[in-house]
């Protein structure tokens, strides 16, 4: 029940295109949602975050889509440029609790020029 | 900038010798984090700090200790590396429980 499913594994796409990442969590005790991007030898880096009370919400290229009948959220990236290739990670953590990030597998997206 | 430092960015440390990581902050963020990243893995939660209260998650092994002597500081110790111990080794930090957290760059453990 603590998992967060993540996927796909990998993903390629052009460049101008949109990436799409999917996540799907089974506690609905969770309430913060993080999207981390991680490029090789560095440390994840916050992308973008949401709470459930939310349906969406975007910074610039980047969206997230909140789904919390569903327990799903996605990343969409518009525009994808070469630079954005690199690790996505899901997270989901109890605010209450801990704050203990419960990672997605992650997905490692190449954007081809 | 305010920031999470780590120290050293690679260590080498030989089977069974004793090593500890550095992490500092300029945040002045009240709980730590220690993750453990194996290759192509997501992070791992080992361990936190909120403030002087540790936390230890329940499948990290008692090879791995750790130390906070202030605020700004905080120690990985791994007592007795094995093969198995090599992975980068993330701080992070979070200005409250649950609140975001923000990672170091690593550091990237190798044991010969």
């Known amino acids: 029940q603590q998992q967060v499913k993540q996927s796909p594994q990998s993903l390629i796409v052009q460049k101008g295109g949109i990436s799409i990442i999917n996540c799907a969590y089974e506690n609905t005790a969770f309430d913060y949602f993080p999207w981390y991007q991680q490029f090789p030898g560095k440390g994840p880096a916050l992308l973008i975050a949401?709470?459930?009370?939310?349906s969406e919400k975007k910074e610039g290229r980047f969206t997230i889509s909140f789904n919390k009948s569903a327990k799903q959220f996605s990343l969409h990236i518009m525009d994808s440029q070469p630079g954005d290739s690199a690790t996505y990670f899901c997270?989901?953590?109890?605010?209450?609790?801990?704050?203990?990030?419960?990672f997605g597998q992650g997905t490692t997206l190449q954007v081809k020029p | 900038d305010a920031m999470v430092i780590q120290n050293p960015r690679y260590q080498v440390t030989q089977f069974g010798k004793p090593v500890t990581l550095s992490c500092s902050q300029t945040l002045n963020h009240n709980v730590m984090y220690w993750y453990q990243q194996k290759s192509s893995q997501a992070p791992k939660l080992l361990f936190h700090y909120y403030d002087k209260d540790f936390n230890n998650e329940a499948d990290t092994p008692d090879n791995f200790q750790s130390r906070r002597p202030n605020t700004s500081f905080c120690f990985l110790d791994i007592r007795s590396p094995g093969l198995g111990d090599a992975a980068m080794y993330l701080c992070?930090?979070?200005?409250?429980?649950?609140?975001?957290?923000?990672f170091g760059p690593g550091t990237r453990l190798t044991v010969l």
């Open positions: 949401i709470r459930p009370d939310v």
């Open positions: 997270a989901a953590s109890m605010t209450s609790n801990t704050g203990k990030l419960i």
């Open positions: 992070a930090t979070g200005q409250a429980r649950g609140s975001t957290q923000y």
